[in-house]
């Protein structure tokens, strides 16, 4: 891929980019009283970044065992309100020790 290309696919997408965030704040003028598409485009973030985030931590080890291990640990200590920190460091530990038990066996 030369520059110029590279160029061009930049430019292409952030204009795309620029549209999908820009084109709601001008087409949308008023305030939005429909409490179904409030409470849908309240759940948004949530959805996708769920979406996103349970397959990469599902195939991130070895084995989906120890991911689902390290996913339930992690969820029931969010769950719990424990800090950001402490869940992704529980969570680390939770999956090197299964897969270290995995090994062994």
Do not use: D
């Given at each position: 891929?030369?520059?110029?290309?590279?160029?061009?696919?930049?430019l292409?997408?952030?204009?795309?980019t620029?549209?999908?965030?820009?084109?709601?704040?001008?087409?949308?003028?008023?305030?939005?009283?429909?409490?179904?598409?409030?409470?849908?485009?309240?759940?948004?973030p949530?959805?996708?970044l769920?979406?996103?985030?349970?397959?990469?931590?599902?195939?991130?080890?070895?084995?989906?065992?120890?991911a689902?291990?390290?996913?339930?640990?992690?969820?029931?200590?969010?769950?719990?309100?424990?800090?950001?920190?402490?869940?992704?460091?529980?969570?680390?530990?939770?999956?090197?020790?299964?897969?270290?038990?995995?090994?062994?066996?």
């Open positions: 891929m030369n520059n110029t290309q590279y160029f061009i696919y930049l292409i997408m952030a204009g795309s620029y549209l999908i965030r820009a084109l709601p704040f001008s087409l949308l003028t008023k305030k939005i009283e429909n409490k179904y598409i409030k409470s849908f485009l309240y759940y948004i949530y959805a996708v769920s979406a996103m985030t349970i397959p990469a931590a599902l195939f991130a080890t070895k084995s989906i065992i120890s689902v291990t390290g996913l339930i640990v992690a969820v029931i200590l969010a769950l719990k309100g424990k800090s950001l920190t402490f869940v992704a460091v529980s969570a680390c530990i939770v999956v090197y020790v299964t897969e270290l038990v995995m090994s062994l066996i």
